[in-house]
């Protein structure tokens, strides 16, 4: 299949080949993650790399499908809201922005009577 016809595919062409063709989904799965982290900056690269063997981990260790699917759901919603996660860094990060924002020097002025 030409690449560019990979990038087009719907859900509905991926839950066809998944079923049809499970070694074929597996390598334009493969195909397609391996796209997007070569696209990333080289300072990404290594770091996507890690998370996709982790990823892939847990879906060779799971059960079944949708144990991966919950386990894989469970670490981003880990790396998001867990400890020195992104909701944690965001807020550490804006934290001076919001205390610089609550201070402020108030000026008096004079109230000068209409003439």
Do not use: G
């Given at each position: 299949m030409p690449s560019s016809s990979?990038?087009?595919m719907d859900f509905e062409q991926w839950r066809k080949l998944a079923?049809?063709?499970p070694d074929g989904?597996?390598?334009m799965r493969h195909d397609m993650i391996e796209a997007a982290i070569d696209a990333a900056?080289?300072?990404l690269q290594q770091r996507l790399r890690g998370?996709?063997?982790r990823i892939d981990q847990?879906?060779?260790r799971s059960p079944s499908p949708m144990a991966a699917c919950i386990s894989v759901s469970n670490m981003m919603w880990e790396s998001f809201a867990g400890e020195d996660g992104l909701a944690q860094t965001l807020n550490r990060r804006s934290l001076p922005e919001?205390?610089?924002s609550r201070k402020a020097d108030v000026f008096p002025f004079p109230i000068v009577p209409k003439q």
């Open positions: 990979r990038h087009s079923s049809q063709d989904f597996e390598l900056s080289e300072r998370l996709q063997w847990v879906r060779r919001r205390q610089a």
